[in-house]
């Protein structure tokens, strides 16, 4: 991504929310555990923080596009919970655009938190570690490639 590239704040309409929510949500939570555990194998999250995870329920909502994705840490593995019988340990929620900032580091949880863009529910504690985790990731820098031109 560009330097100069900012993700805006948005909200997509709220008719996209209505159709999400009535589609089945388990790719989502499929999609976020196998971004986690590629995470695990490239090393990017920090070892020493995983036990703290285990056996803990999450859950991560989309607001604005009705999606919504419940996983576990388990036996050294982030696993897909497709139907919860508990209220998560931990739970987010936010519209697509604040994840989207996160995920490029544009904003930071905390200034998303006291915007009032992030939701964060459940154990405290388990929110800070999981917080550190995410400040303390590395990401490998992609390859710059040249502009095509014709």
Sequence with gaps: MSPNFVIPRFRLPAFIAGIGQKLPQ???ALVLVGALNAALKMKLLP???LTALEDKLFR???LDTGGEACYTFSNGLFRPVFRPQREPDLAFAANLSAYLQLLA???DPDTLFFNRELEITGDTEL???VKNMLDAIEWPAL???PL???
């Design 60 to 62: 991560v909502r989309v």
């Design 148 to 150: 095509l031109r014709n």
């Design 47 to 49: 070892e020493t923080e």
């Design 105 to 107: 580091r544009q904003e």
């Design 26 to 28: 388990w790719p989502h």
């Design 127 to 129: 929110g800070l570690i």
């Design 143 to 145: 390859p710059q490639f």
